[in-house]
Nanobody
């Protein structure tokens, strides 16, 4: 069973930055398309960044230009650099494979105050 461990969340003021990390305990990590998701309070989980095994990335308009996803296949880790944070970015952030959903990790809380 794949274990996902997210870290790096915290509380910041609007305009601040955070870098999230997620490590996956799977030897096939380099072949998996990976994504960062978030779940705001009382709302559904949504995809905010994706990176294919090829390195190609994609973002929704809500975070484009502010968030950057990257990966280190040797470490089995995917990162999310978040800049110019806004209060509406407040959520629990998770990572997971795209296409084959692994058991969700505990997530990491990001709180942005105005």
């Amino acid at each position: 069973q794949v274990q996902l461990v997210e870290s790096g969340g915290g509380s910041v003021q609007a305009g601040g930055s955070l870098r999230l990390s997620c490590t996956a305990s799977v030897i096939t990590f380099s072949f998996n398309n990976m994504g960062w998701y978030r779940q705001p309070p009382g709302k559904q989980r949504e995809l905010v960044a994706s990176i294919l095994y090829s390195g190609s990335t994609n973002y929704p308009d809500s975070v484009k230009g502010r968030f950057t996803i990257s990966r280190d296949n040797a470490k089995g880790t995917v990162y999310l650099q978040m800049n110019s944070l806004k209060p509406e970015d407040t959520a629990v952030y998770y990572c997971n494979s795209i296409g084959v959903t692994w058991t969700w990790g505990q997530g990491t809380q990001v709180t942005v105050s105005s």
